[in-house]
């Protein structure tokens, strides 16, 4: 932010792929294995969500929580990670941690989960065992819950920001589109593992009985997988720290010339980056004689500035953050309400009934088989996402883009339309393609963007003309990111009063079918595709 005027309230908003004083250069390819390792954080953070779906109704319900409490539940987390993805995001751009930019976040963050998962699946347990008096219990039991999903949530959420601004640090373009790739086709595993292990009737085998009640069970499982997820994730591609390209490659310029100072000089990427030489002197020249007074970089981090910054940021990147809000609104209003249309539109179940009674029996028959189609969604997201390969060749990825808005329009629609069982299942393939899509697509045409800013910082070098470094990729990972929590905003406070409004919960996939064919229209119109 900020141009070489130094006046602290110019702000040029720059999002580039390698900031920093020397400019963008060429990073190694990564190899196959380190991209994949880089993909299981996607898997473990799937994973977990899909046990979250399957378990935390059951778990508010198990604790007595009042009606009036659910919306605090669904809204908070999403609120808070809207206001403060950015500022974190921002901040990441700047860390100065020996460990690398992003990675001491992610770890911050994947702990975060952890306690969130041991909070609202084993506080009821374990407050039972603490607290004897009835009244005490209850509120302490419904306190720590709250306090569970809330973190969880949170935490899930805010943490896909930093691990996609992590791949894009250390890895080119090519090997962004296809960690992209691998980390949509590990979403849809870990999603599907996730609700496949939540299937399982644990009370009857033998290691259920040993860890106890399901919910331990859950939790034993999926703090398993999500630690041994994070450690392969967080040891597959090293980050080099901001000052070490200073310490390095330059110790003869820092006494000449105070702008190159090694408190001064900062390089985005990875270790092997410095270590290859990739750096061109005569980029370090020409930006060192243009270079961003420290105080000033430190004030991109502050909320005035950064408002100021997404406020001016660019149409194209408007743009995409619009339409990524769209295709999250559509996605998750269809996807929450799901399973409740399953067993009260498909199956003609009635969840207000004597939990001994026919209509309710068949009602949770119909959430089971819904289950059933949440899997097909994830596998079928995983296929895709393997397949998006081969078609981006041929319809580019603004044609992926609207292809996937489009099946998910379609399909949602007909299953609204047409709800019956077998044709619905079919259709959860659709959701998929649509999972897939908003998974990759945003984050591939951002990396674009942030491709075609590289060379036309290259060219301002060369010319020696002004460094216009700004926002860092964290931020708009983060910008684009937060987009999902204003989604689940929109739904969370929106749908309730439809389904009221209506009378049924069909209008919620008719809302998702509306909301993903306007999504059509406007990606067709306005979203910018760089060749």
Same mark, same amino acid.
């Given at each position: ?22 400019g ?48 605090v ?187 190159l ?10 270790i ?24 000033q ?88 996402s ?13 044609? %992926?883009?609207? &292809?996937?808005? =489009?099946?998910?329009? +379609?399909?949602? /629609?007909?299953? #609204?339309?047409?709800? *019956?069982v ?35 910082q ?16 964290g931020l708009?990972?983060?910008? %684009?990111?937060? &987009?999902?929590? =204003?989604?689940?905003? +929109?739904?969370? /406070?929106?749908? #309730?009063?439809?389904? *009221? ?23 067709a ?7």
């Amino acid at each position: 932010m900020g141009g070489n005027s130094g006046q602290p309230d110019t702000h040029t908003y720059t999002s580039l792929a390698e900031d920093g004083p020397f400019g963008p250069g060429e990073l190694p390819k990564r190899p196959t294995g380190r991209l994949i390792m880089h993909s299981m954080a996607m898997f473990g953070r799937e994973f977990c969500y899909a046990v979250e779906a399957a378990y935390v109704t059951p778990v508010l319900l198990s604790v007595g929580l009042p009606k009036s409490l659910y919306s605090v539940v669904w809204l908070l987390s999403p609120i808070l990670g809207f206001l403060l993805q950015p500022v974190v995001g921002s901040a990441s751009d700047y860390c100065r941690a020996r460990w690398g930019r992003r990675r001491p976040y992610i770890l911050t963050l994947g702990v975060m989960m952890l306690l969130g998962m041991a909070l609202y699946l084993n506080g009821d347990t374990v407050i039972s065992a603490l607290i004897a008096d009835p009244r005490k219990k209850l509120i302490w039991a419904i306190t720590i819950t709250m306090m569970g999903v809330v973190l969880f949530d949170f935490a899930a959420d805010f943490i896909d920001g930093p691990i996609k601004a992590y791949l894009f640090d250390v890895c080119s373009h090519q090997d962004k589109e296809r960690g992209l790739h691998y980390h949509a086709l590990f979403t849809g595993f870990g999603g599907a593992l996730g609700y496949l292990l939540g299937a399982i009737d644990w009370s009857h085998l033998k290691l259920g009985r040993v860890l106890g009640t399901e919910f331990q069970i859950m939790f034993f499982f999926s703090g398993l997988v999500l630690t041994l997820c994070l450690i392969i994730h967080l040891c597959s591609i090293p980050e080099a720290p901001l000052r070490d390209v200073a310490k390095d490659i330059l110790p003869q310029q820092a006494p000449q010339d105070s702008s190159l100072s090694s408190d001064k000089m900062y390089e985005y990427g990875s270790i092997e980056k410095a270590k290859n030489g990739c750096v061109n002197p005569e980029l370090v020249m020409q930006e060192g004689k243009h270079k961003i007074p420290a105080e000033q970089i430190q004030r991109t981090m502050t909320m005035k500035s950064l408002l100021r910054a997404l406020v001016n940021m660019p149409p194209h990147y408007r743009c995409l953050c619009v339409s990524h809000l769209i295709g999250w609104t559509a996605f998750l209003s269809n996807m929450l309400f799901f399973t409740d249309f399953m067993g009260r539109i498909v199956y003609h179940g009635n969840p207000y009934s004597a939990h001994n009674s026919t209509e309710f029996l068949i009602y949770e028959r119909g959430v089971e088989v819904g289950c059933w189609g949440l899997c097909i969604n994830a596998m079928f997201s995983s296929l895709y996402s393997y397949f998006q390969k081969a078609l981006v060749s041929y319809v580019g990825l603004k044609g %992926l883009y609207f &292809m996937g808005y =489009l099946l998910f329009g +379609l399909g949602t /629609g007909l299953i #609204g339309i047409f709800p *019956n069982v077998y044709s619905t299942l079919a259709l959860c393939a659709s959701f998929g393609v649509m999972s897939s899509t908003l998974y990759t697509v945003p984050f591939n045409l951002m990396a674009e963007y942030h491709r075609e800013e590289q060379e036309e910082q290259k060219q301002q070098a060369r010319a020696g003309g002004p460094d216009s470094s700004g926002r860092g990729q964290g931020l708009d990972c983060a910008t %684009l990111t937060c &987009m999902v929590q =204003l989604a689940q905003i +929109l739904v969370g /406070g929106g749908l #309730g009063f439809l389904v *009221n409004m209506a009378g049924s919960v069909v209008v919620v996939v008719i809302t998702a079918s509306l909301a993903a064919l306007i999504g059509c229209c406007f990606v067709a119109f306005f979203v910018r595709y760089v060749d």
